[in-house]
Every structure is written in structure tokens, then in C-alpha cells.
Nanobody
Framework: QVQLVESGGGLVQPGGSLRLSCVVS????????IGWFRQAPGKEREGVSSISSVIGGTYYSDVVKGRFTISRDNANNTVYLRMNSLQPEDTAVYYC?????????????????WGQGTQVTVSS
């Protein structure tokens, strides 16, 4: 069974940066797609980014493209989300999730294992 644990959230000022971490256990990253999703109060969960070993397997939503960078460390079974130029609208609980190798964060239902989430608050 795949388990995921997120960390790295917190309070940051507009324009600031954070790096989220997602430690994965129970499977190798080579066999998975790992996605980052976020959910703000009163809004639906949305896909932010995902990464897999499939060629062309990196995805960013239009809202975060150019500001967020996803990466992975296979040796430590960890996926990171570097978030730059954060804005108040980026405030949300951020979740990482695991799906089959070809899953992309455009479809939440393709991800079956979820972490507990980490809060990101962007405020002055």
C-alpha cells in the first residue's frame, strides 16, 4: 500500500517561496505518477502539477506554470514542489497523491493514494 507524507507548508509573504516535500513509501517512484493538488476553502480540489517516469510526464496547470517546479529524488523516494512568486490566491491545503505511471494531475480521480495535506498561507 502506497503511503505519502507531505511537509514544508507554512506562512509566507506575497512574492515569497516555499518548497513542499512528499515522502512516498510502499512503492518505487519509477512505478508511479505523483501529483500535487490543492484545495482552498469553499473551492474544489484542483491539480497543480504531476511527475512520472513516462516521457513527457511532467505537468503544470496554467495557473502555476513558470512559478512552480516539480522534481523528484528517486534515491529518497521523495517528490518536491518548489513554489516561487507566491500570491494570496495560492493559499490552500496542498496534497500529494499517487497514481499509475501515466496519470496526470488534470484528473483527480486517477490518483488513488493521498497524503494528509499541508497548509500553505500567503499573506502579508
Amino acid at each position: 500500500q502506497v503511503q505519502l507524507v507531505e511537509s514544508g507548508g507554512g506562512l509566507v509573504q506575497p512574492g515569497g517561496s516555499l518548497r513542499l516535500s512528499c515522502v512516498v513509501s510502499g512503492s518505487s517512484l519509477d512505478d508511479l505518477s505523483i501529483g500535487w493538488f490543492r484545495q482552498a476553502p469553499g473551492k474544489e480540489r484542483e491539480g497543480v502539477s504531476s511527475i512520472s517516469s513516462v516521457i513527457g510526464g511532467t505537468y503544470y496547470s496554467d495557473v502555476v506554470k513558470g512559478r512552480f517546479t516539480i522534481s523528484r529524488d528517486n534515491a529518497n523516494n521523495t517528490v518536491y514542489l518548489r513554489m516561487n512568486s507566491l500570491q494570496p490566491e495560492d493559499t490552500a491545503v496542498y496534497y500529494c497523491a499517487a497514481g499509475a505511471r501515466r496519470a496526470k494531475a488534470t484528473r483527480t480521480r486517477d490518483f488513488s493514494s493521498w497524503g494528509q495535506g499541508t497548509q500553505v498561507t500567503v499573506s502579508s
